[in-house]
């Protein structure tokens, strides 16, 4: 499975932008790239999705960068409901398309 | 909106003990995922089923983990002898099918402790 690689941890003042990198240099030009969060004592959620462009949702904006081997997921005004642990995950259709390989993500931190 | 159900929430057993968890995915959806996640860490693929065929278990460990989903809806992950590094969340997961595109839906999970 190709590997995502993400930051430990970020801090975010509260109603300020936050930009969550990760880096997946091996992924194969049929990869999707799916964001989720997951909350405090809860189950994770999906985010958003893309695979060449970038994409827009109610939640966040996801930006891939040209060649693929990079992306950043945007919250574009961080609250405190945000504060959660991030993973960015690739989806192989090579092998098995529905798995998800998660990796530690990135803890985000919102300041109030 | 649907939610994926599982249950119980929280389970305390003493080692060599059987444990049962049991998850019911939203209605429709095809694909089933059972994951561990240990505490810090992301979750971790058991065990993927299709209707009622397994598609993935490479990582289930079938000496004493096993699980079913008989009718294609609902399922139950079964672990015997428990062990005291089975101590995690146990999350079950559903999506409509198994493409890369899907969302996967998750349950609030099942906090396993082992004594």
């Known amino acids: 499975d190709a590997k995502t690689t993400q930051p430990n941890s970020m801090e975010s003042n509260e109603e300020e932008p936050v930009h969550l990198p990760c880096n997946h240099s091996t992924i194969s030009g049929t990869d999707y790239i799916h964001w989720y969060r997951q909350l405090p004592s809860q189950g994770p959620e999906y985010v958003i999705h893309g695979l060449t462009s970038n994409v827009n949702n109610r939640m966040a904006s996801l930006a891939i960068a040209e060649d693929r081997k990079s992306s950043t997921l945007i919250l574009h005004r961080a609250t405190l409901r945000d504060a959660a642990v991030y993973y960015c995950i690739l989806r192989d259709s090579n092998t098995n398309a529905g798995k998800s390989t998660f990796g530690d993500g990135t803890t985000l931190t919102v300041k109030p | 909106e649907a939610e994926v159900a599982q249950s119980p929430r929280y389970k305390i057993t003493e080692k060599s003990q059987a444990v049962a968890f049991w998850c019911d995915p939203i209605s429709g959806h095809a694909t089933l995922y059972w994951y561990r996640q240990i505490l810090g860490q992301g979750p971790e693929l058991l065990v993927q089923?299709?209707?009622?065929?397994?598609?993935?278990d490479s990582q289930l460990p079938k000496d004493r983990f096993s699980a079913e989903r008989l009718k294609g809806v609902d399922s139950t992950l079964k672990i015997q002898p428990a062990e005291l590094g089975d101590s995690a969340m146990y999350l079950c997961?559903?999506?409509?099918?198994?493409?890369?595109?899907?969302?996967?839906?998750f349950g609030p999970g099942t906090r396993l402790t082992v004594l």
């Open positions: 997961a559903s999506s409509l099918g198994g493409d890369r595109t899907d969302t996967q839906y």
């Open positions: 089923f299709q209707d009622e065929s397994v598609v993935d």
